[in-house]
């Protein structure tokens, strides 16, 4: 007994060291991109309390290595640096517009020491440490025909891998961001092409050819169209001396740099709006603008208003009607119900007036005949009964 009670006590000691001790459960890993890529390296410790992480860079080689702490907005803000301390630590660093001189050596360092940040007094326990290597190299050249596409209705994109040091696996292009599952291969070529057969606002956009090279490998091709310009609603309703509110969007690649409005007379731009005045107000984003106008009048602001969107391709326009209603407009309808009511009562009433003398006429002709009839038959009963007694 006094075995196992012994046994017990070291195991449960055991459990309240490993309990207390920082241990990884993600390390960071090794990577490599091309100048211009991004790279992110996470790391994942436990421990009790929740320890603390953070990240280093070393240069050089031993002994001559250098250690620097790396913070959020270091090295021209390209340095972003997440954590988290909830049930345990975890902690990622994010590096962006990669150059040759980020590449190295970046350290995840952890440590629950509660004097592991005292300059004065050695800490009691060690910060563990847990390194990966960042290469950063030459991006390999890819010629692309054409380099660009502008207003065009149709075109083929193609992609040359120059450098055939890297093995290829296979190759695809995106849109936008979106992986075009059509154009997807496997073969092992230095080449790609993507055909293009007809050309919209929705196909507009950033198209990129990518190389399954290790670091990927890939080019960007910009397809450029014509603004597409369309009102929210084409008609918009308002009451007198409120504010009528319309919405133009706009779609395509690259958006609108201008937006402008103009109240439309006779098919013809009439009067300008600039939204500097009380009257109107206009606010502008490259997809969407807004024009408010302010105490509407009937006179002068029911119309057709053009929105206007220009790049550098050129400008294209929609309208929207404006109808402006009286601030008594809402009162009609129940003024008609009420006439109507006011009617119906009426002819009621008439119909009644007219009907009841006829009835009450019929009423007494149906009455006298029973009333003297009885009036016979209760003489011949006195008379019987008179008789009858004599």
């Known amino acids: 007994m006094k075995l196992l009670w012994a046994v017990s006590a070291l195991l449960l000691g055991c459990l309240r060291v490993d309990a207390s001790t920082a241990g990884f459960i993600q390390s960071p890993m090794s990577q490599m991109k091309l100048i211009g890529d991004s790279a992110e390296l996470h790391c994942e410790v436990i421990g009790n309390p929740v320890p603390e992480v953070q990240w280093w860079f070393i240069e050089g080689d031993e002994p001559d290595e250098t250690f620097t702490q790396l913070f959020g907005g270091a090295r021209d803000d390209r340095v972003q640096i997440n954590a988290t301390y909830a049930a345990h630590a975890t902690s990622a660093v994010r590096l962006t517009r990669l150059g040759l001189n980020d590449s190295g050596t970046y350290e995840c360092r952890a440590s629950n020491d509660p004097d592991r940040n005292e300059l004065k007094k050695a800490p009691k326990i060690k910060w563990i440490r847990s390194q990966a290597n ?6 390999p050249t890819i010629l692309t025909e054409p380099s660009e596409v502008s207003n065009q209705t149709s075109a083929v ?7 055939a040091t890297l093995p290829i696996s296979g190759s ?3 849109h936008n961001g979106k992986v075009i599952e059509d154009s997807k291969s496997e073969a092992a070529v230095p080449h790609t092409a993507l055909r293009l057969d007809k050309i919209t606002y929705t196909s507009g956009g950033k198209y990129e ?3 399954l090279t290790e670091p990927q490998a890939k080019r960007a091709i910009e397809v450029k169209t014509l603004p597409h310009v369309a009102a929210y609603k084409h008609s918009e309703h308002g009451n007198e001396q409120d504010k009528g509110v319309m919405v133009c969007v706009s779609h395509g690649y690259p958006l609108p740099i201008e937006w402008t409005w103009a109240k439309v007379g006779e098919g013809s731009l009439v009067s300008s709006l600039n939204g500097t005045s009380d009257k109107y107000e206009i606010k502008s984003t490259p997809n969407k603008t807004t024009l408010t106008i302010n105490d509407l009048s009937i006179e002068n602001d029911i119309g057709y208003y053009a929105c206007s969107g220009t790049n550098e391709l050129g400008t294209n326009r929609d309208q929207i009607q404006l ?3 009286s601030r008594l407009a809402a009162l009609w309808p129940f003024l008609g119900i009420v006439a109507e009511v006011i009617i119906l009562v009426t002819i009621i009433f008439i119909y009644e007036k007219r ?3 006829d009835e009450i006429t019929d009423d007494d002709d149906s009455g006298a005949a029973p009333l003297k009839s009885n009036s016979s038959e209760n003489h011949k009963d006195k008379t019987v009964r008179q008789r009858n007694s004599n």
Not at 157 to 163: A, I, Q, S, V
Request: proline letters at 4%.
């Open 209 to 211: 050819c990518v190389f």
């Open 134 to 139: 960042v290469i950063v190299i030459e991006s």
């Open 355 to 357: 009907r009841k003398p």
């Open 323 to 325: 109808r402006v209603r």
């Open 172 to 174: 695809h292009w995106t």
């Open 157 to 163: 994109l193609h992609c040359n891998l120059t450098d």
